[in-house]
Every structure is written in structure tokens, then in C-alpha cells.
């Protein structure tokens, strides 16, 4: 195999080459004073082939010529200690063995050791420190200037910014502050709960005060904003911290938890406004990435719905795990372009595939699954606002359901390896006709795996509402204190199970890689929100005082809601598994006998329309299902 030398790779070898004859010889001058004997320098030229061969040797065996000295890290800082800490002791066998040391100096090895690891490491991090000012020019007066960059660091510029929590978020924020020559903010100092830290100081930094003294702390520097970093802090904590901010009257921004960055790189664009969601407090999610990344990785997947909220941060995880070809399912149009164009920008290396389809068509899904061949499909597709599907059953029948049935059955016709179906937290005794549709999709997804020779593990995944999805509550209040209220609620008492979106879909994910077939996964929502208490949290988020400033109104139940929602029947019971956050439900098996039946009754009733057939049909399908919910 030829092996090519590039100018750069011989450009390094010299550089070294020089460092190392000039530490070996300089290590001679200090052990003799500087007044080398005629002796010495003999044994000097004598040696000098062993040293650099056994030391470029131990370079070479330890990567040090395969990095880039731009991107000097601490890994590689490490294996220059480890090669200068080898060459040394090999030198000294070598010699004790060649002549037992005879007219050899032992200590200038120990002195060419320390001479050697600075010099190295020296220009390693000076060639660093200067790419990081470079922006392409490498005259004599870019670099001068990126010199004097490089030593006027400590100075401040720009607005001063206080770092919340001490810990693995904040330093690297801070690193992010100090390194990235485009900010124009610096850094005071963080705050932190634990009390040890105080005084101790990160990337030179001090930890000035706990979290708090927060207020007193900004008043005596002079913060202009605070950046909370702290990735497991719980929602009363958050509500603190926030609060404290809001009293200092200091702008407070926040970075995201490890959930919902993709790449799971922390930097200065992750900064963002403090949101709701961030009040929620809810604990990261621990993923077997292994097991994820076995069904994953090198397949072809498919995901229905791929422009809704819970498809398109779907989307996003699959893409982490090097699928082969994700093929974007999506009837409407302009969702559908937009997470396309992101994903091709984010994951060059996976073939995006968008499809403009309607599940509600069979012989295009057909087509589709002729063409492409998933192995795994992913259904998110699904019309879910209640009032309005209150208002068109039918649509519900055609979507939800017969939608449902002709994926399934095409999944089962070509043989595809898994079927994860997302449901709802309303398909539990459902008291509208999206839980009843949804309910009854469950049954067919399940159904399937009771087919005699599938080779597809059909599986469903059942949890509450997502925060900041289309059409969810949290955008109505915010655009109605926009508006300068009233804000509307339904009951005082109302109340909805929340997680986040990113959390949700790698649960989805998850749960996915640990069904067999059949299972009901329900995911672990939480605590129980009041709708109430969350409209008058934001009122306060936005600075304005509930019943003062904006008004707030309770408009009753609409048609199809109930007050609180459930994750499972009292007929299922619940069986804990390996992941904290998922569960498997044992569900009550289904008598099929005469469904398809019904179903196509069902079908026909849809193309006439009609209200209250459809609706007894449901109920006849659906015996839980409550037609006439009590009103408040």
C-alpha cells in the first residue's frame, strides 16, 4: 500500500525533530552548567539517532501525527504525556542495556522529559489558540494580531453575564463564552447550590455566590443576564431560579436539556428564552442507544405524519441513528417541504426520501411500500383535535381508523420487521370521537399480531398531551396575554397529563426497540397539570399579575371533554418494565368476531354522514365509550 506524506504531516516531523534535538542538547547544557565537556557533547552526538528514532517512534505508535494540531484537545494533550513518558523509559533500557550507562548522564533524560513535554505541548496549544483568531489570513500580521488577541482574552467586553450551576452545562457554556470570538459577552462568574464550589474557579472563572443570593449577586457586579445551566433542575426549582431572576430584574435566559438537543453538543446558539416547558422539570430521559441503533440503524424506515409535531421530532431522532433511508410520509404539503429541507441540512449521510400521500389511500400506500420496502414504520398520521372531529365524525372514521387498517394490512402484506403505532391517553373510556377512534385503531394494530405467519411485531405506545405541539394549549394563552387576554379555560379543575415533545419520541423509540408484539406501551407522564394553574403560570411568566392585569374566564366543558384524563382501563393492569419510564400494559384480549363487519358498516356510514349513526356504531364497537358525558 502506498503511503502518501502530506506537506503539512512533513512540515510537523521537522518542527518535532528540531524541538527534540534542541530539548536533548539544552538538557545537557543544565546539567553541566552550561559548560559542556568535550565528553559530554561527544556522547550527545552519539546518542542523538536513538533519541529521535525511539521518541518519533513513540509519537508515531500514539496517534500524535494523526490529529490536527487546530483541534488540539485534552485527549490529545494526554497522549503527548504518555509518549514523551514512554520514549524516556524506553531510552533509559535501551542505554542500560547498550552500556550500562558508561560516560551517560542519567539525569539529563529526567530533564530532557520535562523539556521535551513542554516544548511539544507548547507549540501544540500556541498553533491552537492561534487557528481559533484566524479567519483564513496567515500573514505576519494576522498572526501578530491574533497573538495579541490571544493575551488581552481576560479582558472584558460586552455585556456581563452570570452562569446558573457549576456543573458539566455550565462550564461548557463558559468555555463557549470565552473561546467563541464572536460573542460579544463575557462572564462574571457562577452561582451554584453546592457551597463547596464557592471560590474555586472554572476556565479561570470564579464560582461566586449560591444561587440564592442571586439578586444581591447581580446588584454587586452589575450582571446584565443570566443564563441558567442547569440540565436536572426540578420544576420548583426552575420556578426559584426564575422567580430570583425576575426580582433582580435582570434579563435570565436558559440552555435546553440533553432530551431536546439533537446532537447533544451544548453551544451559544442553544441559548434560548426560559419557556414553560423548562417549569415542567422533567428529568432527562436515559436511552438504550445500543438497542435503539440495532432495529435502527442501516433500515429502511417510514413514518406517517412525518410534518406533525410528535412525526417530526421523530424524524429527527431516527436520523441520529444512521437509518439507511427515511422515507417522509405527509398528505399536507408545506410541513412536509419544511422537515425534508432540515433534515437534508442536519443528516447528509441518510437518504431522505418526502412523500406526498394520504393514508387513507390504499393503492398509494401500496405503491409505496412496493417501491421503498421499510422495515420499520412509525404512524403518527392521525386528525387529533376533539371539538373539531365533535364536529365531523366521519372524518375520524376515514382517517383514524380506515387510515389505520390499510397501513396495518399493507405493513402485514409486505412483511415489514415492526408496526409502532402512537395513541392517545383520550382512547382510555373515551368520551369523544377521536379517543373512540383512536381505541378502536389500537385494536386493529393489535389484532394484527394474532394474523397466523406475520413476520411484523405490531406495537402501540399510548401517552397524554405534548407540550408545545399544534394546536395545544400553552400557544392559545400565550397569543391571548399577547392580545392582552382574557384568557379562556374550561374548568377550574381541569386537568392534563404533559411531557415534552423530544422526550416523548425517544420513549416512542424506545419502547419500540423492547416490543415483541402485541404490547401496550403507556409512557410515564408525571405529575397531573391543572389547565388553571398553568394559564395563571404564564400570565406570570409574562410580568403580569392573573384577575389584574389580564382577566381570566372558565368557558366550560366543550362537547367530547372530560376533566381529567386516564392512561388505562380498570380491566388493564399494569406491568413495569426494564426502562423507569415505560411501562407495558397486560391488556384484555378482544373478541374480533364480527369487527370487520361493523367496520365496514362503519365505512359506509361515513360517506353518508350522518351523526348519530356513526356515533352508535362507535358505542357498539367501543361499549366504554360515554356518549353523553356529564357537563360542568
Given at each position: 500500500m502506498k503511503v502518501r506524506i502530506s506537506r503539512n504531516l512533513l512540515i510537523?516531523?521537522?518542527?518535532?525533530?528540531?524541538?527534540?534535538c534542541s530539548s536533548f542538547y539544552l538538557a545537557h547544557l543544565i546539567r553541566f552548567d552550561f559548560d559542556l565537556p568535550d565528553w559530554?557533547?561527544?556522547?550527545?552526538?552519539?546518542?542523538?539517532?536513538?533519541?529521535l528514532g525511539v521518541k518519533l517512534f513513540c509519537f508515531y505508535s500514539l496517534d500524535l501525527y494523526k490529529g490536527m494540531w487546530r483541534y488540539t484537545?485534552?485527549?490529545?494533550?494526554?497522549?503527548?504525556?504518555?509518549?514523551?513518558?514512554?520514549?524516556?523509559?524506553?531510552?533509559?533500557?535501551?542505554?542500560?542495556?547498550?552500556?550500562?550507562?558508561?560516560?551517560?548522564?542519567?539525569?539529563?533524560?529526567?530533564?530532557?522529559?520535562?523539556?521535551?513535554?513542554?516544548?511539544?505541548?507548547?507549540?501544540?496549544?500556541?498553533?491552537?489558540?492561534?487557528?481559533?483568531?484566524?479567519?483564513?489570513?496567515?500573514?505576519?500580521?494576522?498572526?501578530?494580531?491574533?497573538?495579541?488577541?490571544?493575551?488581552?482574552?481576560?479582558?472584558?467586553?460586552?455585556?456581563?453575564?452570570?452562569?446558573?450551576?457549576?456543573?458539566?452545562?455550565?462550564?461548557?457554556?463558559?468555555?463557549?463564552?470565552?473561546?467563541?470570538?464572536?460573542?460579544?459577552?463575557?462572564?462574571?462568574?457562577?452561582?451554584?447550590?453546592?457551597?463547596?464550589?464557592?471560590?474555586?474557579?472554572?476556565?479561570g472563572v470564579s464560582v461566586l455566590n449560591v444561587i440564592d443570593e442571586l439578586e444581591h449577586t447581580v446588584k454587586s457586579t452589575d450582571a446584565d443576564e443570566i443564563i441558567i445551566a442547569i440540565s436536572n433542575a426540578s420544576s420548583e426549582r426552575m420556578r426559584h431560579i426564575v422567580g430570583f431572576c425576575k426580582k433582580a430584574g435582570v434579563d435570565f435566559k436558559t440552555i435546553p436539556n440533553m432530551g431536546e438537543v439533537i446532537d447533544g453538543k451544548i453551544n451559544i446558539s442553544s441559548i434560548r428564552n426560559v419557556e414553560y416547558r423548562d417549569l415542567l422539570g422533567r428529568e432527562p430521559v436515559k436511552l438504550d442507544k445500543a438497542e435503539i441503533g440495532k432495529y435502527l440503524g442501516n433500515k429502511r424506515v417510514i413514518v406517517t405524519g412525518a410534518g406533525g409535531s410528535i412525526g417530526t421530532g421523530l424524524c429527527r431522532q431516527i436520523c441520529r441513528y444512521s437509518p439507511e433511508k427515511i422515507i417522509l410520509f405527509e398528505r399536507a404539503e408545506s410541513p412536509l417541504y419544511e422537515i425534508d429541507l432540515e433534515l437534508k441540512k442536519s443528516f447528509q449521510d441518510v437518504e431522505i426520501i418526502p412523500v406526498l400521500g394520504d393514508i387513507q389511500n390504499r393503492m398509494e400506500l401500496n405503491?409505496?411500500?412496493?417501491?421503498?420496502?421499510?422495515?420499520?414504520?412509525?404512524?403518527?398520521?392521525?386528525?387529533?383535535?376533539?371539538?373539531?372531529?365533535?364536529?365531523?365524525?366521519?372524518?375520524?372514521?376515514?382517517?383514524?381508523?380506515?387510515?389505520?387498517?390499510?397501513?396495518v394490512e399493507v405493513t402485514h402484506k409486505f412483511k415489514c420487521e415492526k408496526f409502532v403505532f402512537v395513541s392517545t391517553d383520550k382512547a382510555v373510556n373515551p368520551t369523544n370521537v377521536m379517543g373512540t377512534s383512536k381505541r378502536i385503531a389500537e385494536i386493529l394494530v393489535q389484532n394484527m399480531n394474532n394474523i397466523q405467519g406475520s413476520k411484523t411485531s405490531f406495537i402501540t405506545v399510548r401517552f397524554g398531551n405534548v407540550i408545545g405541539s399544534v394546536g395545544?394549549?400553552?400557544?392559545?394563552?400565550?397569543?391571548?396575554?399577547?392580545?392582552?387576554?382574557?384568557?379562556?379555560?374550561t374548568h377550574p379543575e381541569m386537568i392534563r397529563y404533559f411531557?415534552?415533545?423530544?422526550?416523548?419520541?425517544?420513549?416512542?423509540?424506545?419502547?419500540?426497540?423492547?416490543?415483541?408484539?402485541?404490547?401496550?406501551?403507556?409512557?410515564?407522564?408525571?405529575?397531573?397539570?391543572?389547565?388553571d394553574t398553568m394559564a395563571r403560570d404564564l400570565i406570570r411568566f409574562s410580568g403580569l399579575e392573573p384577575g389584574v392585569d389580564i382577566k381570566i374566564e372558565y368557558t366550560g366543558l366543550r362537547p367530547g371533554e372530560k376533566l381529567y384524563e386516564e392512561l388505562?382501563?380498570?380491566?388493564?393492569?399494569?406491568?413495569?418494565?426494564?426502562?423507569?419510564?415505560?411501562?407495558?400494559?397486560?391488556?384484555?384480549?378482544?373478541?374480533?368476531?364480527?369487527?370487520?363487519?361493523?367496520?365496514?358498516?362503519l365505512k359506509d356510514e361515513s360517506k353518508n354522514r350522518s351523526h348519530d349513526t356513526i356515533r352508535a356504531l362507535l358505542k357498539e364497537i367501543i361499549p366504554e365509550y360515554d356518549l353523553n358525558p356529564p357537563t360542568v
Amino acid at each position: 500500500m502506498k503511503v502518501r506524506i502530506s506537506r503539512n504531516l512533513l512540515i510537523i516531523f521537522i518542527i518535532d525533530i528540531f524541538l527534540l534535538c534542541s530539548s536533548f542538547y539544552l538538557a545537557h547544557l543544565i546539567r553541566f552548567d552550561f559548560d559542556l565537556p568535550d565528553w559530554a557533547g561527544e556522547k550527545y552526538i552519539e546518542l542523538l539517532p536513538y533519541v529521535l528514532g525511539v521518541k518519533l517512534f513513540c509519537f508515531y505508535s500514539l496517534d500524535l501525527y494523526k490529529g490536527m494540531w487546530r483541534y488540539t484537545s485534552l485527549n490529545d494533550l494526554m497522549n503527548i504525556v504518555k509518549a514523551c513518558t514512554a520514549a524516556t523509559f524506553g531510552l533509559i533500557v535501551f542505554i542500560l542495556f547498550k552500556n550500562r550507562f558508561e560516560m551517560v548522564s542519567r539525569s539529563v533524560f529526567i530533564i530532557d522529559w520535562c523539556l521535551t513535554l513542554m516544548s511539544i505541548l507548547s507549540v501544540r496549544i500556541i498553533t491552537r489558540l492561534c487557528f481559533e483568531e484566524f479567519t483564513g489570513d496567515i500573514s505576519f500580521r494576522a498572526v501578530f494580531n491574533s497573538f495579541l488577541k490571544i493575551f488581552k482574552r481576560g479582558q472584558k467586553k460586552g455585556k456581563g453575564v452570570l452562569i446558573v450551576g457549576a456543573g458539566d452545562f455550565g462550564q461548557k457554556m463558559c468555555r463557549e463564552f470565552i473561546e467563541n470570538p464572536n460573542v460579544q459577552s463575557h462572564v462574571i462568574g457562577f452561582l451554584d447550590d453546592d457551597v463547596s464550589k464557592i471560590g474555586r474557579k472554572i476556565h479561570g472563572v470564579s464560582v461566586l455566590n449560591v444561587i440564592d443570593e442571586l439578586e444581591h449577586t447581580v446588584k454587586s457586579t452589575d450582571a446584565d443576564e443570566i443564563i441558567i445551566a442547569i440540565s436536572n433542575a426540578s420544576s420548583e426549582r426552575m420556578r426559584h431560579i426564575v422567580g430570583f431572576c425576575k426580582k433582580a430584574g435582570v434579563d435570565f435566559k436558559t440552555i435546553p436539556n440533553m432530551g431536546e438537543v439533537i446532537d447533544g453538543k451544548i453551544n451559544i446558539s442553544s441559548i434560548r428564552n426560559v419557556e414553560y416547558r423548562d417549569l415542567l422539570g422533567r428529568e432527562p430521559v436515559k436511552l438504550d442507544k445500543a438497542e435503539i441503533g440495532k432495529y435502527l440503524g442501516n433500515k429502511r424506515v417510514i413514518v406517517t405524519g412525518a410534518g406533525g409535531s410528535i412525526g417530526t421530532g421523530l424524524c429527527r431522532q431516527i436520523c441520529r441513528y444512521s437509518p439507511e433511508k427515511i422515507i417522509l410520509f405527509e398528505r399536507a404539503e408545506s410541513p412536509l417541504y419544511e422537515i425534508d429541507l432540515e433534515l437534508k441540512k442536519s443528516f447528509q449521510d441518510v437518504e431522505i426520501i418526502p412523500v406526498l400521500g394520504d393514508i387513507q389511500n390504499r393503492m398509494e400506500l401500496n405503491k409505496i411500500f412496493e417501491e421503498f420496502q421499510p422495515d420499520i414504520v412509525f404512524h403518527a398520521a392521525a386528525y387529533k383535535h376533539v371539538p373539531m372531529l365533535e364536529k365531523h365524525p366521519w372524518k375520524a372514521v376515514d382517517n383514524n381508523i380506515e387510515g389505520t387498517r390499510n397501513l396495518v394490512e399493507v405493513t402485514h402484506k409486505f412483511k415489514c420487521e415492526k408496526f409502532v403505532f402512537v395513541s392517545t391517553d383520550k382512547a382510555v373510556n373515551p368520551t369523544n370521537v377521536m379517543g373512540t377512534s383512536k381505541r378502536i385503531a389500537e385494536i386493529l394494530v393489535q389484532n394484527m399480531n394474532n394474523i397466523q405467519g406475520s413476520k411484523t411485531s405490531f406495537i402501540t405506545v399510548r401517552f397524554g398531551n405534548v407540550i408545545g405541539s399544534v394546536g395545544s394549549v400553552i400557544p392559545l394563552f400565550k397569543r391571548q396575554i399577547k392580545e392582552g387576554g382574557p384568557v379562556t379555560v374550561t374548568h377550574p379543575e381541569m386537568i392534563r397529563y404533559f411531557m415534552l415533545i423530544p422526550e416523548a419520541c425517544q420513549l416512542i423509540l424506545q419502547a419500540g426497540s423492547m416490543g415483541k408484539g402485541g404490547e401496550i406501551f403507556i409512557l410515564e407522564m408525571g405529575k397531573p397539570v391543572k389547565i388553571d394553574t398553568m394559564a395563571r403560570d404564564l400570565i406570570r411568566f409574562s410580568g403580569l399579575e392573573p384577575g389584574v392585569d389580564i382577566k381570566i374566564e372558565y368557558t366550560g366543558l366543550r362537547p367530547g371533554e372530560k376533566l381529567y384524563e386516564e392512561l388505562m382501563t380498570a380491566q388493564e393492569n399494569v406491568v413495569p418494565t426494564d426502562h423507569q419510564k415505560i411501562m407495558v400494559l397486560n391488556s384484555r384480549k378482544i373478541n374480533m368476531n364480527g369487527l370487520s363487519q361493523k367496520l365496514e358498516i362503519l365505512k359506509d356510514e361515513s360517506k353518508n354522514r350522518s351523526h348519530d349513526t356513526i356515533r352508535a356504531l362507535l358505542k357498539e364497537i367501543i361499549p366504554e365509550y360515554d356518549l353523553n358525558p356529564p357537563t360542568v
